[in-house]
């Protein structure tokens, strides 16, 4: 297997990272003011350590927990509502916590939070596991968001006028802010990671995260009253619901993972057979999802389009014998034959009672982009043009191989969708094949 070259590698780091490294530059400087402010508090009494030490071992424990959400997303939940909850504490069981005023006791709860983070990625990190530096950035600034704007001005107010609507009323709009902080930065990185729109990438960002979301936010809002009234051992007895609702979260994420494991497997029984060119399956599955972003997809889609371009050549397995001559390259065949082999798929996906709007997908591959009412789905037009570049390129990283697959579906309008052509265009001179 040929080797990327070196500048390409350059050249695509500097593209990926560049969002990433504005963050850990911003994090980074709010971290070093604060730890200086904390150094001198600390030196002058000004920190209560009981407090310090207790929402610390809070937002600590939450980073260990932390929790794999679908599409390869990181999220620390507890954590953030530790960091949250103490941006915004007014009392410990009836005494005011008066020295987190002003923009310094802001720097403060960054130095706490930050502080806890480190502790709580240290196992991971002893395990080899990644250190998740991003996302503690991420959240580290959405705690610094609703830190800078509740203690110079909310805390005055809600100390001289203390009522517990007028609480709520500040401390609602603060915490959504500080979610959403978290949830448009994590969305704008990975719209630089995976290539995809702004626009589309926070939607989908928001879409994944908005159950998630008002868990914290009504934790959020638990933890601060509660810590008034049952001060700090109020931490521990309120554990317990986060980890139910972590534990059901998890297991959300578990059953997508197995749902696109289990696809995974049922499209290399066409390599193993030998009715397809190995690594095929694969490869059409990336370059259709690589497609779908261009084209402005939500995540939701793109996921369906990733099944069923992993899929989408399981019909074959009803041939006596493969496709001869393209080791599986159905665009060798009769639009009669891939309507039956397309038909023959879905009928075998169906089978599975939960993967239906996949078996649509595959059903209509074989369908003209025109003349045929109605007209095939999106996603479907997308795989057939995936599976046609990678019958006629297959893994070659030849320029000349590719530019001639392109030019003869641009010919065939009839059969390829215009746009999904553009785009396919743009994603494969955009990107070398081994990035696919």
């Given at each position: ?8 590698r350059?050249a695509s ?6 969002g990433r490294?504005?963050?850990m ?9 604060a730890?200086?402010?904390a150094?001198i508090?600390?030196r002058m009494s ?13 937002i600590?424990?939450g980073?260990?927990l932390r ?5 390869g ?12 909850s ?20 802001a720097?403060?709860v ?7 983070m480190?502790?709580?990625a240290?196992?991971?990190?002893a395990?080899g596991r ?14 610094a ?5 509740f203690?110079p ?8 006028h203390m009522?517990w609507?007028?609480?709520?009323a500040v401390m609602?709009?603060?915490v959504?802010?500080?979610w ?6 994590g969305?704008?990185?990975r719209?630089?990671d ?14 994944v995260?908005w159950?998630?979301?008002a868990?914290v936010?009504?934790?959020v809002?638990i ?6 009234v049952?001060?700090?051992?109020e931490?521990a007895?309120?554990?317990?619901p986060?980890?139910?609702?972590q534990?059901?979260?998890r ?10 494991q289990?696809v995974?497997s049922?499209a290399?029984?066409t390599?193993?057979?030998?009715y ?12 259709a ?8 997809m ?12 992993l ?11 493969p496709?001869p001559?393209g080791?599986?390259?159905?665009v060798?065949v ?14 075998v996906?169906?089978?599975a009672g ?10 209509c591959?074989?369908?003209p ?14 795989i057939?043009?995936?599976?046609t570049?990678?019958d ?23 059969r390829?969708?215009s746009r ?7 994603v494969?001179?955009?990107?070398p094949?081994?990035?696919?």
């Open positions: 297997m040929t080797s990327p070259p070196t500048t390409d350059w780091w500097q593209a990926l990272d560049s490294l504005l963050l530059s911003t994090a980074a400087m709010l971290v070093l003011a730890l200086a402010t150094t508090s600390v000004h920190v209560p350590m009981d407090v310090a030490l207790s929402f610390g071992g809070f600590a424990f980073e260990l929790l794999a959400l679908p599409g997303r990181e999220a620390a939940p507890i954590a953030l509502v530790g960091g949250m103490y941006a915004m504490l007014l009392k410990v069981h009836g005494i005011p916590h008066n020295n987190l005023q002003g923009e310094f006791g720097l403060l960054i130095a706490v939070a930050a502080i806890g480190l502790v709580g240290l196992p991971h990190i395990a990644p250190a998740g530096l991003t996302g503690m950035c991420t959240r580290l600034v959405a705690i968001c609703v830190a800078f704007i203690r001005a909310g805390y005055n107010l809600l100390t001289h009522s609507g007028l609480a709520l609602m709009p603060l959504l802010l500080g959403l902080a978290d949830t448009v930065i969305g704008l990185i719209a630089d995976v290539g995809a729109r702004f626009r589309v990438a926070i939607i989908d960002e928001i879409r995260q159950a998630l979301g868990a936010c009504a934790s809002i933890t601060v009253i509660g810590a008034e049952m001060g700090l051992a931490l007895v309120f554990l317990g986060l980890l139910v609702t534990v059901a979260f297991r959300y994420a578990g059953i997508r993972a197995t749902y696109l289990t995974r049922l290399r029984v390599e193993v057979a030998g397809v060119e190995a690594g095929h399956s694969r490869r059409v599955s990336r370059l999802v690589a497609v779908g972003r261009e084209l402005g939500p995540e939701q889609d793109l996921l369906q389009v990733e099944y069923a371009a899929m989408h050549d399981i019909g074959q397995l009803s041939l006596r014998d496709i001559g080791a599986g390259a159905t060798l009769s639009e009669a034959d891939q309507e039956r082999i397309a038909e023959l798929g879905a009928d996906i169906r089978q939960v993967l239906e709007e996949v078996a649509e997908l595959v059903r591959q074989s369908w982009a025109r003349g045929r009412e109605p007209a095939a789905p999106l996603g479907s037009m997308i057939r043009a995936a599976n570049f990678d006629l390129v297959g893994a070659s990283t030849d320029r000349e191989r590719s530019a001639s697959a392109l030019d003869r579906m641009r010919q065939d309008p009839g390829y969708n999904v052509v553009a785009a396919l265009t743009e494969a001179g955009r990107r094949a081994w990035r696919l």
